[in-house]
């Protein structure tokens, strides 16, 4: 079971993520597609067109959620619910925005996002741009909104990670993992503590790992309020070497 106490006492070593077989990111990982459609965007119009708020324009957003092919995220999807649409209102492009200026991929200038050496080096190669920001998008960035923030869960990736290699290599679901990481059985779902450690697995973990493109959730056959099964994506095995790997040995953790 994880916990605030076992968080402070134990050292831990995030895994490395890099790729080291042959494959196309942008086939699997929303993120890094995401990265590459804005770079060459902004090689095709001269740049991203921001707002005066700093915020990318309607026009981005619109070609943004129509190219991307976001799961969840579509233009279909988004304009069920909103009538224009504006950067904060599509939510992937937080992680796009941010990530571009992280890694200095773009630059301001008046106001556009113009897209600099470095950035351009990266179209070249996606392999090289998934090695670049896997790790930091993963570990650092900040996945929780500020009434969630949790520090302490960013010392557990290690566990997370062995844990899914193993579980999701045949599907799992949200309600196995919360077995398996909590110790919590279906009987404690109105539990105070299920609610904020499901909400806590769901969105601060699954979520980016599947934005990432190393696990994917298979809704088919779903409703909207129902959780998926979800999968490792041949982008896991090309990324991640780890402990729980068959090759090393370990019994299954679960």
Sequence with gaps: MITHQLA????????????????D?????PLIRGLVLSLNYAVEHGGIGLTQTGAMNRKFV???ANAFNWPGYTAKELLLVNKVLDEHKMPPLEPIHASLRHFKLVRRYKDKLRITKLGKNMLKDPQDLFDLAAPVYLYRFQHAPPARQQDYLAQFWHVFLNVLNLEAEAGCTVRDLMRILYGFEDTDNRAL?????????KYDILKPLCWLGILREDREGRDLLEDGIYYKTPLWYAALHLESDPEVGLRRLS
Excluded: G, N, Q, V
């Excluded at 402070?8 to 494959?23: E, N």
């Excluded at 990111?25 to 990982?29: D, I, Q």
């Design 25 to 29: 990111p942008c086939e699997h990982s």
């Design 8 to 23: 402070r006492s134990l050292p831990f070593m995030d895994p490395t993520i890099a790729l080291h077989k042959p494959i």
């Design 62 to 64: 619109t070609f943004a």
């Design 193 to 201: 503590t299920y609610c904020e450690s499901r909400l806590e697995l």
